[in-house]
């Protein structure tokens, strides 16, 4: 398949009432006033089974989350499918929700983690830090070049780049 | 977020309060990823259990965040709390709204709307919860290797179950965008009514696709009765406990999860009161603090603290209701109650089935709206004289949810407060994990065994763990071990 036909599905999630958790519905936000082409976008507060039935549905899956330690402004990481589910929540870690759309959808989409560094959690608000606003536009820029070019390579050049960092995701 | 007439203490507060017991139990502050659930095991001075106590970590402060806020944002605000249930905060907060400005009575289109926003998230909590967190427990064991005891596991032993769960899931986050506007951050709701009706077009896609959900919900909720009745003799006595329910009831006494009265009856089934309007519920209710735990133990005040505290959620839904208003779940009902005798229902496991039976009477609604007219209505908004306060009552998935605000003549928020059904099985959580413990404890240290079925008895009540976080990662469920003189004898936790 050409770069040009592959579809590409970015998920932001994070909670937007919780400062710099909302980085990835944030990045989702500016990558649909885009409109491009072949490019499905999803925010949500936490990823959810039914995103399994969605993923199938692409090449390409862009996992979108703020990073509390990770490398700034931003990093990428390859994500394969795994079987590891949490004790009781109603969540989804990108990995196992892979392992689901695999098992259950016969799903071949490649994926990858965009962890966006953000600053301040634990409160109630409504906005970004200023530093993490920075960080916000840097990955946007760099997740548009990538979507433009419908180019999954440039996402793996980009994990090359981040596999030192090694960071909390949340 | 649980606090009665007053706003939540600080941290600092209530870190003084732990301070005064005899032995200071620490709680881990809150944290980034708050909403983990902590169990400590107390042995007595012969090394048998004394109690256990789950803790919750909970993130509060949402009071707050509101304060000052107009209030025709709230509805939509209070969706921030929790990434798991705002449709219930949503329509709690709407109707809480819809008495601020003196609305008693909304158009048949707003309250049909509404009502079906919530049977779409009942629906797809419901599903949600019975395929990918309990079904593994159920058709696998409680004992079962957890590599293998999981959705995943579900996936590749029962596809086709995992697959429903996904697709009867989706259908109700459908049903929650056409009413609501969008999947998340919704704005169906407003005070005195709603904001758009459900177009032809919307309906027709439901109703092509509602008998498979019908087909589908009949066959969870076989798989949950199928289960409970042929394990019974094992489910009865793990995490049990008999108690007082409470849950809302139609004036008629028939379960009604979107409005109506509050009903509490006691472990006979004798009513301790009955169509408690939303606004007296200070009046009914109280919450004690205790100085080992952030969350509070509501209590109903007649009764005290001891003895007064009561479940919610669908096991307390079923006991409570005189009937169910659609035809099969009413069915099912009567099967269900007929297990006890009619009485009362305390088995913990039994929350599993009268979830599906929730969850097929969500769906029986659900078709029931979609032929009714007044869902393409246009007379969407209804007005009153402002009050500045209301309190409304919502049966969310996981029980019973208070919301209570106080609005100035500037249209400003400047108080609110909410008892969301976590915090009322509190107590509950306790026992049903100190049954466990008692049980399930040998010698002086934790096992997978063990770990497995705290696991499986706290799941059982649905509790919401992540309020206002997506917490992606692991949330662990973590076990100490302690003496009688405070000495941490084991430590587990569990991703």
Known sequence: MGAEEKRFLVIGYGNPGRLDDGLGPALAEAIEALALPAVTVEADYQLRV????????HDVVVFADASVDGEAPFYVERLEASATMSFSTHSLQPKALLGLARDLFQSRTSAYLLGIRGYTFNAFG???????????????????????QRDESLLEKRCRVSAVASSTVL | MTSLNTIEPKVEERHVEATNGTRRVVIEPVTRVEGHGKVVIHLDEKGEVSQARLHIVEFRGFERFVQGRPYWEVPVLVQRLCGICPVSHHL?????????????KLTPTAEKMRRLMHYGQTYQSHALHFFHLASPDLLFGFDADVAVRNVIGVAAAHPELAVQGVMMRKFGQEVIKATAGKKIHGTGAIPGGINKNLSIAERDVFLKDIEQQMTWARGALKVAMDYTVANLEKLAPFGTFESNHAGLVAPDGAMDLYDGGLRAIDADGNIIFDHMAPAKYAEFLAEEVRP???????????????????RVGPLSRVNVCNRI??????????????????????????????????????????????????????????????????????????????????????????????IVSTTSNNEPMNRAVSSVAKTYLSGKTITEGLLNHIEVAIRAYDPCLSCATHALGQMPLVVDLVDHEGNVLDHKAKG
Request: glycine share 6%.
């Open chain 2, 92 to 104: 709690a907060a709407a109707k809480a709204m819809d008495m601020v400005i003196g609305v008693d």
């Open chain 2, 325 to 418: 208003d659609t035809p099969e779940a009413e069915e099912a009902r009567k099967v269900f109650m007929a297990v006890t005798q009619n009485k009362p229902n305390h088995i913990t496991m039994a929350y599993h089935w009268a979830r599906m039976i929730e969850l097929l009477h969500s769906a029986e609604k659900i078709v029931e709206l979609l032929h009714d007219p007044d869902l393409q209505g246009s007379d969407l908004m209804a007005k009153g004289e402002f009050r500045g306060e209301g309190m409304a009552i919502i049966e969310a998935p996981r029980g019973s949810l208070f919301h209570h605000y106080r609005v100035d003549e500037n249209d400003q928020v400047t108080m609110a407060n909410l």
């Open chain 1, 50 to 57: 039914e995103d399994a039935a969605l993923i199938a549905e």
């Open chain 1, 126 to 148: 409504e906005r970004l830090e200023a530093q993490a606003k920075e960080n916000l536009s840097a990955a946007t820029a760099y997740l548009t070049e990538v979507l433009r």
């Open chain 2, 292 to 310: 080992w735990s952030y969350m509070k133990f509501p209590f109903i005040r007649s009764i005290g603290p001891e003895n007064g505290w009561y």
